[in-house]
């Protein structure tokens, strides 16, 4: 049988006119969507803000379309700067989101007691968060917050040196096996930060075999980084097309490791509990909470003047030091005492949250201190000088708090690390009015997005003198004192700020002046060779990489 090759005029014309109407009609709809779109109060008052114009429907996700999460950070950045603006907008498919750099109007944000709520793209932390602290809103967080803020307050944080200065000497000892190689720091430093906070906070010791803490900052640090491409592969954000992909596999034996770790831990805090209470010994809840009660009532302020926080409305010396219980142990006596509702999951979530929190977000700030040490060698030697007037020959003395006190310069090194490399790049809030902001004649329309950044507003140029230069002098009384508030906020600041900055700070020191005691740093890159990545936690794509060798002591 012959086959005829020929068109067939009628069939082909009936096709095109079927191809042409379902064009005009595709057209057609777009119209409509777009000038449905247009009428919409809040892209009205967005219309002003400048911003890369959106396409219909998917706005301007073509933004990051095909790009690397590190050629992301650079391309939004660079963004940033074009528009030379201090407001800048842009459209995730219909959600408006506006990207605030001045810290005045940094300020009506995390300022306020009315924009509290978090953006919704932290829901993504949900199936590992739950509800936790850092995503959950309204009468849960604010009750949430007061129970667990007192827990990290420095007459608890006093009593967990010796933790620190264990696990400090563990690192020490581990990073013998690196000397003279060109090495990637931050393993070594989530390792450590992980058993630190599983010793302090939650009060579990770990053996010596036991190698839970890198399991776990491993597992961490892999869903942050699927966490991190569904932010950006916005389309990847519906459960419905992300269960389908091969992450969600991965996502799921992730959790599975991290929650198992986290029950256990409960578990074991339980049956300690239970044990005391057999005993006779008696729930120290209650009088803690009076104690806290009292506190409250005496405001004061204290050393970490450059962050406005509730942290700073607690005297601490007014709590007894031994009426104080670490945050598990407190949170287990409190779901045992009448009056409150945490169930075993409350508990469960809020674990998570301080082990997700607490751990990345100083293991990378550690990290870049070090990597910053070793490409500045002059602010390196400066550290020592300050070291060696506080330990004198003592060289290999546990480190004491009243010594973090003394650690000035080192203290202005991780202020400065934190400017330039804040941990958290990026602060979504969701807005339920209108904010009209105070640098320029714009208004935020109510139900839409705000993202703060620290990467962006840490480098004002109308803030900081030479902006990009690593200078820890930037934190010297003297160039705060006139400095705008908001302009520096590393841990948030506000109603809604980092409960663990003071845990933070402490464990950077005791770990920093512990390694610099030791080692001397040196790294083969500079400053602009780091490749950084917009991850949820601020990284280095190229690694943390560093060489060490024994400090000669002259
Ligand atoms: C260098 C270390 C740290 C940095 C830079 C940092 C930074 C931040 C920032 C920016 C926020 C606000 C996040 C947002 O609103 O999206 C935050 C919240 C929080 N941080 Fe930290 N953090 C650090 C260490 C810690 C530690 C050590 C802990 C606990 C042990 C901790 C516990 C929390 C918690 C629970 C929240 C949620 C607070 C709330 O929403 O009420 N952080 N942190």
Same mark, same amino acid.
């Given at each position: 049988?012959?086959?005829?090759?020929?068109?067939?005029?009628?069939?082909?014309?009936?096709?095109?006119?079927?191809?042409?109407?379902?064009?005009?009609?595709?057209?057609?709809?777009?119209?409509?969507?777009? +000038?449905?779109?247009?009428?919409?109060?809040?892209?009205?008052?967005?219309?002003?803000?400048?911003?890369?114009?959106?396409?219909?429907?998917?706005?301007?996700?073509?933004?990051?379309?095909?790009?690397?999460?590190?050629?992301?950070?650079?391309?939004?950045?660079?963004?940033?700067?074009?528009?030379?603006?201090?407001?800048?907008?842009?459209?995730?498919?219909?959600?408006?989101?506006?990207?605030?750099?001045?810290?005045?109007?940094?300020?009506?944000?995390?300022?306020?007691?009315?924009?509290?709520?978090?953006?919704?793209?932290?829901?993504?932390?949900?199936?590992?968060?739950?509800?936790?602290?850092?995503?959950?809103?309204? =009468?849960?967080?604010?009750?949430?917050?007061?129970?667990?803020?007192?827990?990290?307050?420095?007459?608890?944080?006093?009593?967990?040196?010796?933790?620190?200065? $264990?696990?400090?000497?563990?690192?020490?000892?581990?990073?013998?096996?690196?000397?003279?190689?060109?090495?990637?720091?931050?393993?070594?430093?989530?390792?450590?930060?992980?058993?630190?906070?599983?010793?302090?906070?939650?009060?579990? =010791?770990?053996?010596? $075999?036991?190698?839970?803490?890198?399991?776990?900052?491993?597992?961490?640090?892999?869903?942050?980084?699927?966490?991190?491409?569904?932010?950006? $592969?916005?389309?990847? #954000?519906?459960?419905?097309?992300?269960?389908?992909?091969?992450?969600?596999?991965?996502?799921?034996?992730?959790?599975?490791?991290?929650?198992?770790?986290?029950?256990?831990?409960?578990?074991?805090?339980?049956?300690?509990?239970?044990?005391?209470?057999? $005993?006779?010994?008696?729930?120290?809840?209650?009088?803690?909470?009076?104690?806290?009660?009292?506190?409250?009532?005496?405001?004061?302020?204290?050393?970490?003047?450059?962050?406005?926080?509730?942290?700073?409305?607690?005297?601490?010396?007014?709590?007894?030091?031994?009426? #104080?219980?670490?945050?598990?142990?407190?949170?287990?006596?409190?779901?045992?005492?009448?009056?409150?509702?945490?169930?075993?999951?409350?508990?469960?979530?809020?674990?998570?949250?301080?082990?997700?929190?607490?751990?990345?977000?100083?293991?990378?700030?550690?990290?870049?201190?070090?990597?910053?040490?070793?490409?500045?060698?002059?602010?390196?030697?400066?550290?020592?000088?300050?070291?060696?007037?506080?330990?004198?020959?003592?060289?290999?003395?546990?480190?004491?708090?009243?010594?973090?006190?003394?650690?000035?310069?080192?203290?202005?090194?991780?202020?400065?690390?934190?400017?330039?490399?804040?941990?958290?790049?990026?602060?979504?809030?969701?807005?339920?009015?209108?904010?009209?902001?105070?640098?320029?004649?714009?208004?935020?329309?109510?139900?839409?997005?705000?993202?703060?950044?620290?990467?962006?507003?840490?480098?004002?140029?109308? +803030?900081?003198?030479?902006?990009?230069?690593?200078?820890?002098?930037?934190?010297?009384?003297?160039?705060?004192?006139?400095?705008?508030?908001?302009?520096?906020?590393?841990?948030?600041?506000?109603? #809604?700020?980092?409960?663990?900055?003071?845990?933070?700070?402490?464990?950077?020191?005791?770990?920093?002046?512990?390694?610099?005691?030791? +080692?001397?740093?040196?790294?083969?890159?500079?400053?602009?060779?780091?490749?950084?990545?917009?991850?949820?936690?601020?990284? #280095?794509?190229?690694?943390?990489?560093?060489?060490?060798?024994?400090?000669?002591?002259?």
């Amino acid at each position: 049988m012959v086959v005829s090759t020929e068109p067939v005029p009628f069939a082909n014309s009936i096709l095109s006119n079927a191809y042409l109407t379902a064009l005009f009609g595709a057209v057609a709809v777009l119209a409509i969507y777009h +000038f449905w779109f247009q009428s919409l109060r809040y892209v009205k008052l967005a219309s002003k803000i400048p911003g890369p114009t959106p396409l219909p429907v998917v706005g301007n996700i073509f933004i990051a379309l095909g790009l690397s999460p590190n050629a992301f950070m650079k391309r939004a950045y660079e963004l940033f700067k074009q528009y030379k603006t201090d407001v800048a907008k842009a459209y995730a498919g219909p959600y408006l989101y506006t990207l605030l750099a001045n810290p005045n109007d940094v300020e009506l944000i995390l300022g306020s007691q009315q924009h509290l709520e978090k953006s919704w793209e932290y829901r993504l932390f949900e199936p590992w968060l739950g509800d936790g602290l850092l995503i959950s809103k309204g =009468e849960r967080w604010r009750s949430h917050r007061k129970m667990i803020a007192p827990t990290f307050h420095s007459s608890i944080l006093k009593s967990f040196f010796p933790v620190f200065n $264990k696990n400090a000497n563990r690192l020490l000892e581990k990073l013998e096996k690196e000397k003279g190689k060109l090495f990637d720091c931050h393993d070594y430093m989530s390792g450590a930060t992980v058993d630190t906070l599983l010793e302090t906070a939650m009060g579990v =010791e770990k053996t010596d $075999k036991d190698n839970t803490g890198f399991a776990y900052a491993k597992a961490v640090m892999d869903m942050c980084n699927i966490l991190h491409i569904r932010h950006y $592969k916005v389309w990847l #954000r519906p459960e419905f097309i992300f269960k389908w992909t091969k992450m969600a596999g991965i996502q799921s034996s992730l959790l599975n490791l991290i929650h198992s770790l986290t029950r256990e831990v409960i578990k074991r805090k339980k049956i300690d509990y239970y044990e005391r209470v057999s $005993k006779g010994e008696q729930s120290l809840y209650k009088e803690a909470v009076k104690e806290e009660e009292k506190a409250l009532k005496n405001k004061n302020t204290e050393n970490y003047k450059y962050i406005h926080d509730d942290l700073e409305d607690i005297e601490e010396n007014d709590i007894g030091e031994k009426k #104080r219980l670490a945050f598990l142990d407190f949170m287990i006596e409190a779901s045992q005492t009448s009056g409150n509702k945490l169930s075993d999951e409350d508990i469960k979530e809020e674990v998570d949250t301080i082990m997700f929190e607490g751990h990345d977000t100083t293991a990378a700030a550690s990290s870049f201190v070090l990597c910053l040490l070793g490409v500045h060698k002059n602010i390196q030697k400066e550290c020592i000088k300050e070291l060696k007037e506080i330990y004198h020959d003592n060289w290999e003395r546990p480190i004491t708090f009243a010594d973090t006190l003394q650690m000035k310069y080192l203290e202005r090194v991780i202020m400065e690390t934190l400017r330039l490399y804040p941990p958290v790049p990026i602060i979504a809030r969701k807005v339920h009015q209108d904010v009209k902001l105070v640098s320029a004649d714009y208004t935020i329309p109510a139900g839409t997005s705000v993202v703060v950044s620290q990467y962006v507003t840490h480098r004002h140029p109308q +803030f900081w003198k030479e902006p990009e230069v690593f200078n820890p002098d930037n934190f010297l009384p003297e160039n705060c004192a006139n400095r705008h508030y908001y302009s520096y906020f590393p841990f948030s600041a506000g109603p #809604r700020s980092c409960v663990g900055r003071k845990y933070a700070m402490l464990k950077l020191k005791v770990i920093l002046a512990s390694v610099l005691r030791k +080692f001397e740093i040196t790294s083969p890159q500079v400053e602009a060779d780091f490749q950084l990545q917009s991850d949820i936690i601020l990284k #280095r794509t190229d690694g943390f990489k560093i060489r060490i060798q024994d400090r000669i002591m002259a």
